[in-house]
């Protein structure tokens, strides 16, 4: 199986000019536009979920990195995020282990509202890596930056 592709700017190998020239030109072609993102959709479950999607946005903008069909995955993330706030607030209120009765007595088990909440966890994760939300992915986009700025700079001055 191949590897992803990763945009120009995190390429760490040294292209040749029309290699890069290429794969700017490539990037370009598929850039989308951001007008869907200005407003929440409608399928988001609740006022949390539509909260979240207006701070997420916002803060991605800066970045320069999501678009329009970047909207499902950013919309399954806030959901997820939703969902993971209401089981972390059920959960809040009970014990994390609870007394099942069986045949032959009573047991004690894991409350399923954990299971519950770290699948939304995993979820929130999983579309976080997706929209470029995780810790890694912003600072490969600001490592990124930084190298481009560097490279202009080398290119207009010359190494000083």
């Not at 040294?14 to 409608?42: R, S």
């Not at 059920?90 to 519950?116: H, S």
């Not at 986009?141 to 202009?152: I, P």
């Amino acid at each position: 199986m191949a590897r992803p592709r990763k945009p120009k700017e995190l390429q760490t190998g040294h292209l040749t000019v029309i290699d890069g020239q290429m794969k700017k030109a490539a990037e370009d072609a598929v850039k989308t536009e951001k007008n869907q993102l200005k407003t929440p959709p409608k399928w988001l479950i609740n006022d949390v979920a539509k909260k979240e999607w207006r701070r997420i946005v916002k803060e991605l903008d800066k970045l320069n990195i999501v678009g329009n069909l970047d909207k499902n995955n950013l919309g399954g993330y806030c959901n997820a995020f939703a969902n993971y706030i209401k089981a972390t607030e059920i959960l809040a209120q009970q014990a994390f282990y609870v007394e099942r009765e069986t045949r032959t007595g009573i047991i004690v088990v894991k409350n399923p509202m954990v299971d519950i909440q770290k699948g939304y966890a995993d979820e929130m994760r999983r579309f976080a890596s997706l929209c470029g939300l995780t810790i890694d992915s912003r600072l490969k986009a600001g490592t990124a930056k930084v190298n481009k700025q560097q490279e202009e700079i080398t290119n207009r001055f010359g190494a000083i």
